[in-house]
């Protein structure tokens, strides 16, 4: 498989990267700052996913090098915590920009690839998070960025299902990562011990589930957004 993953640099893109990889695809990622990963059938585009010219010139080079995708995984994502009377607007719109607008930006230009797969169906799938199902204080930008993801999964799953190109989700709850380093340790007990799996989520937990949501077994599964460590 050739596979895209946004936000390789760190946490979730990259342990991504690194299983795909060991399982012999050929992953293309990207970030704004330099690449973290170096393996022979890893591809790194140094871009910022919020700037839609340098978006279109990155799918126009896998274009050249690989001609099709089988996979587009949207992980790149950022976030910040506050009440909403103290967060500017133009930290609201930075949000959007990064975790909407760039996710849209980057089916549209996929949708081109993955539509030259030789494959049954090729696959989208987006990262959300239990900010939305908890509606949790202090996220109000992030959840609802996130929340508008999970409607783009079900609108976009019935546009694209004509190219037999499937659109899901896959909702997480706190994973240790560079997002998440500051937010103090009783605040993620607590979201922790909301969870029917109480324990912290790793990345080890995630592979699994999205190899699964991106592969041939769930070739009849689209419009779905599956969270992790049960949280509803
Ligand atoms: N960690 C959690 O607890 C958690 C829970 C639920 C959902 N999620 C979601 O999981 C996804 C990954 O998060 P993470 O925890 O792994 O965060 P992370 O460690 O901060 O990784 C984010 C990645 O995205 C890249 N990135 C950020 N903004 C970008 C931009 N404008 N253009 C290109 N690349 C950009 C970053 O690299 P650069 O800085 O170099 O650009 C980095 O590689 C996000 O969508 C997040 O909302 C995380």
């Known amino acids: 498989m050739i596979l895209m993953i946004t936000g390789t640099r760190t946490g979730i893109g990259k342990a991504l990267a690194e299983h795909f990889l060991d399982a012999g695809h050929d992953v293309v990622g990207c970030s704004r700052k330099p690449a973290t990963l170096d393996h022979p059938r890893y591809r790194h585009h140094q871009v910022d996913l919020a700037d839609a010219g340098p978006t279109r010139s990155m799918f126009r080079s896998v274009r050249q090098e690989y001609g099709h995708l089988d996979a587009l995984i949207n992980n790149a994502g950022t976030s910040s915590m506050n009440h909403f009377m103290t967060t500017p607007e133009e930290t609201s719109r930075k949000i959007f920009d990064i975790n909407f607008f760039a996710v849209l930006n980057c089916c549209r230009e996929a949708v081109k690839l993955l539509r030259k797969s030789s494959g049954p169906s090729s696959a ?109």
Not at 139 to 160: D, F, P
Not at 168 to 197: E, F, M, S, W, Y
């Open 124 to 232: 989208i799938l987006n990262v959300s998070t239990v900010a939305v199902p908890w509606a949790l204080e202090g996220q109000l930008a992030y959840s609802a960025s996130k929340s508008a993801v999970e409607q783009l999964v079900r609108v976009m799953s019935k546009e694209l299902s004509a190219f037999n190109i499937r659109v899901n989700g896959i909702g997480l709850p706190p994973v240790h990562t560079v997002l998440t380093r500051t937010v103090p340790r009783p605040k993620i007990d607590a979201l922790v011990a909301r969870q029917a799996i109480s324990r912290q989520c790793t990345t080890a937990d995630i592979v699994g589930p999205v190899e699964f949501l991106i592969g041939r077994q769930s070739e009849f599964i689209t419009g779905e957004t599956l969270f992790l460590g049960g949280v509803h």
